[in-house]
């Protein structure tokens, strides 16, 4: 994309030069190249009105009035309506693809926080993501030793000199990386080596942290820096162990340092916790259960007693009234007998 928008800034710097070639000795940034050519249009619209909005454009009071003073003297021929209403499109084409670039960029800059945050704090958002890219994934990047890392990307020239005999090639992908172009020409092999086996490291530290930060690519980075001193001028660098030890002192200050034994015990703690969970709510419904039972045969036990009692009632009724019904037929045949002895008398 960069190849693209610098080719379109080119053209369109040829374009305009043939009416304005002045502008692009005072404006050598694309962007705001493109969006003058935008704002202008034609030599004729430049003018102390336009002063301020060539100034926002510009972030430069002085460059805006240079624009203003080159326009009066300028060596540039006419265009015609057809050719300033191209050139104004081409132009706005070419910043909507700057404005693109920049949101894709940072797009770029926010997904590689979130995936592999040491790697890209190391080496940069480009080349990091190129290296996952290459590798297929962060956890292929995450295993492979610091010697395919260096050369990752460089894979045909590897077969090449595997097959004629000739020099392998001292990196790949990470060549685009500025560490190695501010490297000497003798040092450069050395330095990607060098972050070859950094990158190693901060690719499997994005990988396997629990908690991810930058802290371990902050530290690399440093020790890249300090190497790039040692080969120029000999100063001494941190040793890798105490640079390890701070970096592992400093994430157990800030609690970003997590062992497997703790995540094992919390992760314990909570399979534990759902397990109690489905036993509580298995105590609770044989509770509720046995407090139904028991309810139940106690209205049962109550039913079966009242019942008892009624039929006892009853019976009891039933034999008070053949008593009665006894003692007044005997009375009846007491009164007969009597009367049949005074009907004999």
Same mark, same amino acid.
């Given at each position: 994309?960069?190849?693209?928008?610098?080719?379109?800034?080119?053209?369109?710097?040829?374009?305009?030069?043939?009416?304005?070639?002045?502008?692009?000795?005072?404006?050598?940034?694309?962007?705001?190249?493109?969006?003058?050519?935008?704002?202008?249009?034609?030599?004729?619209?430049?003018?102390?009105?336009?002063?301020?909005?060539?100034?926002?454009?510009?972030?430069?009071?002085?460059?805006?009035?240079?624009?203003?003073?080159?326009?009066?003297?300028?060596?540039?021929?006419?265009?015609?309506?057809?050719?300033?209403?191209?050139?104004?499109?081409?132009?706005?084409?070419?910043?909507?693809?700057?404005?693109?670039?920049?949101?894709?960029?940072?797009?770029?800059?926010?997904?590689?926080?979130?995936?592999?945050?040491?790697?890209?704090?190391?080496?940069?958002?480009?080349?990091?993501?190129?290296?996952?890219?290459?590798?297929?994934?962060?956890?292929?990047?995450?295993?492979?030793?610091?010697?395919?890392?260096?050369?990752?990307?460089?894979?045909?020239?590897?077969?090449?000199?595997?097959?004629?005999?000739?020099?392998?090639?001292?990196?790949?992908?990470?060549?685009?990386?500025?560490?190695?172009?501010?490297?000497?020409?003798?040092?450069?092999?050395?330095?990607?080596?060098?972050?070859?086996?950094?990158?190693?490291?901060?690719?499997?530290?994005?990988?396997?942290?629990?908690?991810?930060?930058?802290?371990?690519?902050?530290?690399?980075?440093?020790?890249?820096?300090?190497?790039?001193?040692?080969?120029?001028?000999? %100063?001494?660098?941190?040793?890798?162990?105490?640079?390890?030890?701070?970096?592992?002192?400093?994430?157990?200050?800030?609690?970003?340092?997590?062992?497997?034994? %703790?995540?094992?015990? %919390?992760?314990?703690?909570?399979?534990?916790?759902?397990?109690?969970?489905?036993?509580?709510?298995?105590?609770?419904?044989?509770?509720?259960?046995?407090?139904?039972?028991?309810?139940?045969?106690?209205?049962?036990?109550?039913?079966?007693?009242?019942?008892?009692?009624?039929?006892?009632?009853?019976?009891?009724?039933?034999?008070?009234?053949?008593?009665?019904?006894?003692?007044? %037929?005997?009375?009846?045949?007491?009164?007969?007998?009597?009367?049949?002895?005074?009907?004999?008398?």
């Amino acid at each position: 994309m960069d190849k693209n928008i610098n080719t379109f800034a080119m053209r369109l710097k040829e374009w305009f030069g043939w009416h304005f070639p002045e502008l692009a000795k005072i404006v050598s940034d694309n962007t705001i190249y493109a969006q003058l050519v935008y704002l202008i249009e034609h030599r004729d619209n430049i003018n102390e009105e336009m002063l301020p909005r060539i100034e926002e454009i510009t972030l430069d009071e002085e460059k805006a009035r240079e624009v203003l003073e080159a326009n009066n003297a300028s060596m540039g021929q006419d265009i015609s309506d057809n050719d300033t209403a191209q050139i104004k499109m081409f132009s706005s084409r070419v910043v909507e693809m700057i404005a693109y670039r920049e949101t894709l960029g940072e797009y770029l800059h926010n997904r590689m926080l979130n995936v592999a945050p040491n790697v890209s704090s190391l080496i940069g958002d480009n080349v990091g993501a190129k290296l996952i890219s290459q590798a297929g994934s962060l956890v292929n990047l995450a295993k492979y030793p610091a010697s395919t890392i260096q050369i990752l990307g460089a894979e045909k020239a590897l077969f090449r000199s595997l097959k004629s005999g000739g020099n392998t090639p001292k990196y790949g992908i990470i060549y685009n990386s500025s560490f190695i172009s501010r490297a000497g020409i003798k040092n450069k092999g050395k330095i990607s080596r060098y972050i070859a086996n950094k990158l190693a490291i901060a690719a499997r530290f994005d990988q396997f942290a629990i908690i991810p930060n930058t802290k371990m690519g902050e530290a690399l980075k440093e020790q890249v820096e300090e190497r790039l001193r040692f080969l120029s001028s000999g %100063e001494k660098p941190k040793t890798n162990r105490d640079v390890m030890k701070s970096v592992l002192e400093e994430l157990k200050t800030e609690g970003l340092y997590v062992t497997a034994e %703790e995540t094992n015990k %919390e992760d314990a703690s909570e399979e534990e916790d759902e397990e109690e969970i489905p036993v509580k709510k298995a105590k609770k419904e044989k509770k509720d259960k046995k407090e139904k039972k028991e309810k139940k045969e106690k209205k049962d036990k109550k039913e079966k007693k009242s019942k008892k009692n009624k039929k006892r009632k009853h019976v009891e009724v039933e034999a008070q009234d053949e008593e009665v019904k006894d003692t007044s %037929e005997k009375k009846k045949k007491k009164k007969k007998s009597k009367k049949a002895k005074v009907n004999e008398e």
